[in-house]
């Protein structure tokens, strides 16, 4: 079971470095078309580490294994994804609302 965490946790490692990587090779081959927008394009590495996490915590809770079936599996990513986005939502919110009392 050690071994298989191991090879897990490596893997998504390599795996969402790799994929980090090829968005940060397309954000440079087209940034002329979103250099007025890269405010949205900068929290890409911090999201990729957070999907890296979530998907070793996954599998470290399934045993190394993906959930049972397809749809438990996308039941999972989906509800990772909501709570993700809310609390992605929330401190955002917090944090500009905050910045703006504190500026005042």
């Known amino acids: 079971m050690e071994q298989d965490v191991l090879k897990t946790n490596l893997l998504s490692i390599a795996v969402a470095g790799f994929l980090i990587m090829l968005v940060g090779v397309l954000l440079y081959f087209f940034r002329n078309e979103i250099s007025d927008n890269i405010r949205f394009f900068m929290p890409i590495p911090p999201l990729g580490v ?13 045993g190394g294994n993906l959930p049972e079936g397809t749809w438990q599996t996308a039941k999972e990513i989906i509800f990772g994804i909501s709570i993700s986005v809310f609390a992605f939502s929330i401190f955002t919110i917090l944090l500009v609302f905050i910045i703006f009392l504190l500026r005042r």
Not at 51 to 62: D, L, Q
């Open 50 to 62: 957070a999907a890296y996490i979530f998907v070793f915590n996954m599998y470290s809770y399934h």
